[in-house]
Structures are given as structure tokens and as C-alpha cells.
């Protein structure tokens, strides 16, 4: 098995690469954590802006921090703050005419992390959070500055590109993991020179496993070997069926959380399990982390079915695993459907907890919010399995990188799948009919090709 991966990692040698309209910055600094004081002291340095004209210069950052300074190119400058839908953020307004190859923007901040700071909040992956001895801090939580391209984007959804080298000091903290890599301990710095957009933060009180596939933090011996098999298996599967095979070294953390409705989440290439005792067998909660490997990270969801592009592609994946590899673990999904299908008819269904349930028809979706949670990951990537059904795994390969190539904030996300499937030579009535089987209404029967797909497994099932 080892062999396998080894040569199809050095065939596939598919780095994913960053698209040439995405601007990329350095960010550079220091950051402190004291863990008795439950403090994070910053001193971010933001360089490499692009020669453009603007108003203003827009960035958002965790509410728990405070700005202390801020200066561009070692001059003070005043800015507006505001929290007007910003999850758990503040936006951040510079007043700047003009950006230059050359500007420094310095900013220095302190922020109290604590979980009596977030009493009351449900955790989620856009909180700081210290539990257990452990700060984590993704992305999401901005704990470094992220800077708005496109107003219209959600808080929740911004990233930056950026190269980083940042110097991070915690005394009393036994590891310190920042981005990718081995963690250090007590300080380092930790550096990327590819860009990247998620930048995770883990510090404090635990221990690591290095293997030849993955770096493995706050588990057992025991499980790290089930979780790496588990993990060669579903990449070996995803770089089959997208062409592109993951060569960035795993990071798999658990880290519990208070949440007990959360698995878990991604930060390329950390999956987080929050669970209270890791999964490490449950086949449907690792390969649908491992899809947001592909969608969030090398295909960035956008447009109204931001929620369909991020979370219903990262279950079609999963299932295509399951139903190759581990069918009976789709079964529940699958029945699911039925059930969805039934509350719809039966006005009965509709007063049970979880069943009052209406049917998204994509092509009418307005808000990022209309596609609701059941739809996002219980009938969108059964949705994306009857389209490969149609046009078969080839053409949804290429389906899938003409699609979020074209995503945008200006148009329809319906509209763009359309469109992708004309361009990559679908059959008009072909289109028609997977328009009417699986995205007009619910039809548990179209779905019935999964029913035989289970059957026909080895993995006993229905
Ligand atoms: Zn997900």
C-alpha cells in the first residue's frame, strides 16, 4: 500500500498552484502568547501591496484584539473600526489613496483569549479558543489580518494569500504549530514561500507524532497508525478522481471542543477533529474533511451556492469514497433522503424535529443563507452524483475545474454550473433532463442508481 502511494505521489506531482488574479501579500511580525496572562501580543508587517488607486484600505480582525498602533511606512495613520457583520470580527478602514509596491503596513495589537470569552457562544471554527491548554486560532478566526478585495465577499468567507515568516515566542506553551511543518517548541519562526490562505495557530500543552505521511498532534500511537492508513486510502482515491494529487505532509490535530455538534474542520493541510474522542474510523467524517482539501483550498467556492460549492462538493467526494471503498457508511445518507423525500408529501413529517424541510431549487436561490443546512450536506452531493451519473467521472473532472474557474460574485452560481456543462460539450438535452431529474424537485427515485452502486459492493448494506 505504502509503495502505491509512494509512486503515484511521484507521478502525480500536481502542486496546486495560485491563480494569477489572486494578489499576494507577505506578512511578516512577531506575535507573543502568555498563556498565564491569556494574552496574544502582535506586530504584524503587511508588505508586497500592488500598485493601485483606492480609497480606502479594508482588513478585518478578531474582535478579541485591540489595536495598539498602526502605521504605514512608519507613520502613524487614523483608521475607522466597525463590527457591522463581521462574525466575531472587527473591520478595520484606512483611509489611503494609493497602494505602492513598497508600503509597510505595521499594525500592533494585544487580545485576551479565553473561554470565558466566548461563554455563550457556540463554537465554531471562527472563534479563538483555549481549552484544555491549548490556543487554536484558524484562519477564519483572523488572528492575523486578512485584507477585503471584494466588499461583498461574507466575513466568514475572506482569505488572504500570503507568503509569511513569523516569529512566535510562548515560554510556557510546550509546542507551537503555525501554517504546515514540525512544530516547535517554546519559539520559532515559522515561514512559507508559496502563498497560502489559511494559516492555522495551534499552542500549548501537547505532543506530536512525525510519520513519512503525516504530523499528527495530541493522539495516541494506537491511533495515529489507524488514522494514516485511513488517510493514504482516501487521497489515493481523490488524486485518482481529480487528476491532482495532494503532496503537502497531512496535519491531523485534535482538538476537543465545547461544541458537541461540531466534527470538525479544515485548515489546509490540517484536518482538526473537535470531536471528544477523535474519529479516526469514521470514514465519512475524514474523507469529507479531506475534500475541503480540493473545495476551500484549490477550488475556492463563491457566488450565491457558496454553501453548495464548499460543503456539497466536499460530500460528493466523500460518497464517491464511501460507495468505492466503504458503501454500508453511506446507507444512513442515503435513507436520509427518503426521509426528506417524505416529509415533503406528508404534511405529518413536517412537525418532527429535523423534517420541516423545503426543497432548494438552486436556480432560485438569492441569499448565500437559502441553501439551508440539510441541503448543503444532505441532498447537494447526492445531487452532484446524478450529475456524474449523466456525464460520467471523466467530464465531471472537467466539469469541476471549469465551474470554479468561472465562480463570481456577479453572477448566479446556478447559472455558472449551467453554462460549465455547455462549455465542457454537454449535450443541451442532456442538461435538461439532469436539470429536471435532480435539481426541479426531490425525486427519491432518480436516486435509486446509489441503491444498486450499495447493493452491488461488497460492503453489505441495504
Ligand atoms: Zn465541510
Request: proline share 2%; charged share 25%.
Amino acid at each position: 500500500m505504502k509503495i502505491i502511494f509512494h509512486i503515484i505521489l511521484s507521478i502525480i506531482f500536481l502542486q496546486h498552484t495560485v491563480a494569477s488574479d489572486i494578489p499576494v501579500y507577505s506578512l511578516g511580525g512577531d506575535l507573543e502568547i502568555n498563556i498565564t496572562e491569556k494574552s496574544i501580543e502582535t506586530d504584524f508587517i503587511i508588505t508586497n501591496f500592488e500598485e493601485e488607486k483606492k480609497d480606502s484600505l479594508l482588513f478585518i480582525l478578531n474582535d478579541i484584539f485591540e489595536i495598539k498602533s498602526m502605521s504605514i511606512n512608519d507613520e502613524s495613520v487614523e483608521f475607522d473600526i466597525s463590527n457591522e457583520n463581521c462574525f466575531d470580527c472587527n473591520y478595520y478602514n484606512v483611509p489611503i489613496k494609493k497602494t505602492n509596491k513598497h508600503d509597510k503596513l505595521r499594525i500592533s495589537a494585544i487580545g485576551y483569549f479565553s473561554n470565558e470569552k466566548n461563554k455563550g457562544k457556540v463554537d465554531y471554527k471562527g472563534l479563538i479558543s483555549y481549552k484544555e491548554g491549548i490556543l487554536r486560532a484558524s484562519e477564519q478566526a483572523k488572528w492575523y489580518p486578512v485584507i477585503i478585495e471584494d466588499k461583498r465577499t461574507p466575513s466568514f468567507a475572506v482569505k488572504t494569500m500570503y507568503n509569511y515568516d513569523l516569529n512566535v515566542l510562548c515560554p510556557e506553551c510546550k509546542n507551537i504549530f503555525v501554517g504546515d511543518g514540525m512544530p516547535k517548541q517554546k519559539e520559532g519562526t515559522f515561514k512559507s514561500t508559496t502563498p497560502q490562505n489559511s494559516i492555522l495557530l495551534i499552542a500549548g500543552n501537547y505532543d506530536f507524532t512525525a510519520t513519512d505521511n503525516g504530523i499528527y498532534l495530541n493522539l495516541s500511537d494506537s491511533e495515529v497508525n489507524v488514522l494514516e492508513s485511513n488517510i493514504e486510502s482516501i487521497l489515493d482515491y481523490y488524486g485518482q478522481i481529480s487528476g491532482i494529487r495532494i503532496t503537502k505532509k497531512i496535519v491531523y490535530a485534535h482538538l476537543p471542543s465545547d461544541n458537541k455538534k461540531w466534527g470538525g474542520f479544515v485548515s489546509f493541510p490540517v484536518i482538526v477533529d473537535v470531536n471528544k474522542k477523535a474519529q479516526i474510523r469514521r470514514l465519512h467524517y475524514i474523507s469529507h474533511e479531506l475534500a475541503h482539501f480540493y473545495f476551500g483550498d484549490i477550488y475556492i467556492p463563491k457566488s450565491n451556492l457558496f454553501w453548495f460549492y464548499l460543503e456539497s462538493f466536499a460530500e460528493y467526494f466523500s460518497y464517491k469514497y464511501l460507495l468505492n471503498n466503504n458503501a454500508a457508511s453511506i446507507v444512513r445518507d442515503y435513507e436520509r433522503l427518503k426521509k426528506i423525500r417524505m416529509a415533503q408529501r406528508i404534511p405529518f413529517f413536517k412537525s418532527i424535529k429535523g423534517y420541516n424541510f423545503r426543497f432548494v431549487k438552486l436556480k432560485k436561490v438569492e441569499d448565500i443563507s437559502d441553501v439551508t443546512g440539510i441541503h448543503r450536506y444532505s441532498i447537494g452531493g447526492f445531487q452532484l452524483l446524478g450529475i456524474d451519473k449523466e456525464i460520467g467521472e471523466e467530464k465531471m473532472k472537467l466539469l469541476i475545474r471549469e465551474v470554479f474557474q468561472h465562480l463570481d460574485e456577479n453572477e448566479h452560481g446556478y447559472t455558472t454550473l449551467i453554462n460549465a456543462l455547455k462549455k465542457i460539450g454537454i449535450d443541451e438535452s442532456i442538461i435538461s433532463m439532469i436539470e429536471k431529474k435532480y435539481f426541479k424537485k426531490l425525486k427519491y427515485r432518480e436516486y435509486k442508481f446509489i441503491k444498486e452502486k450499495i447493493k452491488s459492493s461488497n460492503h453489505s448494506a441495504i
